[in-house]
């Protein structure tokens, strides 16, 4: 059984295909690097065992590492805070009366 990274590259039913753009751009190393992957494994492994710089964040459900990831998490956050404030009034209409808060 073929890897999907190199799915593209044996079967032909994907030539032309945007899954074989994707397959040739992250197996063609075409993507710019911003992060140091031995630091990020490092960073990654201290805060699954709560030590270093993960001491205390081991409980921590999510982890954006990197600063594309950071600004990723601050785009969505600003969605949501727009959507929320939008909607809000029409979430709190739908709710079932007297149920405790």
Sequence with gaps: M???SRLSAYDPEYSGTVMEKVTSIVTGNKLERISD???GAKAIYEVIIGEGIGKG???EVRFP???D???R???VRDK???AAGIFG???EQVAIENIEK
């Design 2 to 4: 073929t890897t999907s």
């Design 37 to 39: 992957k031995v630091k």
């Design 57 to 59: 964040l081991e409980r």
């Design 65 to 67: 590492l990197g600063k």
């Design 69 to 71: 990831a950071v600004v």
């Design 73 to 75: 998490v601050g785009e």
């Design 80 to 82: 949501l805070i727009h």
């Design 89 to 91: 009034s029409i979430s």
